[in-house]
């Protein structure tokens, strides 16, 4: 089964790729962007989406600074 | 307006990151997995989201090897 997780920076822990990112967008012309968190997006095909929570918490995201979201084939984000 | 961009290495270009976890997750003993792709995902508060896919091409994503896909809130992925 095709499964997607989406891993970002725990609120209120520093997100230091995300504040390079709007400090750059306006520099580019682009204004009115706020709130830039910037995460990883991990693909992939499971025979056992069960023990996806299991994989995030001992590889795919690290639990004491990022939140994870598993999104399994058909669910909105 | 809240908007995510999802950033993923384009189709037949080599993901390394991808490969190492396709590697490291059978040895902790998660069999079953393939097709392990890694991105990016970057959440925004966007005054204007029409700009969205020109500040995609000029910063957030390498339009050479990499794919993005832009939703805004409401949207599924």
């Given at each position: 089964m095709k499964a997607r997780v989406l891993v970002r920076?725990?609120?209120g822990i520093l997100d230091?790729?995300?504040a390079v990112?709007?400090?750059a967008l306006p520099a580019l012309g682009f204004q009115g962007v706020s709130d830039v968190r910037i995460g990883r997006?991990?693909?992939l095909e499971v025979a056992d989406p069960?023990?996806?929570p299991e994989m995030c918490e001992r590889l795919l995201a690290n639990?004491?600074?990022e939140d994870y979201e598993v999104l399994l084939d058909?669910?909105?984000p």
């Open positions: 920076p725990k609120a230091p790729q995300g990112v709007e400090r997006l991990i693909e069960a023990r996806l639990p004491l600074i058909g669910d909105s």
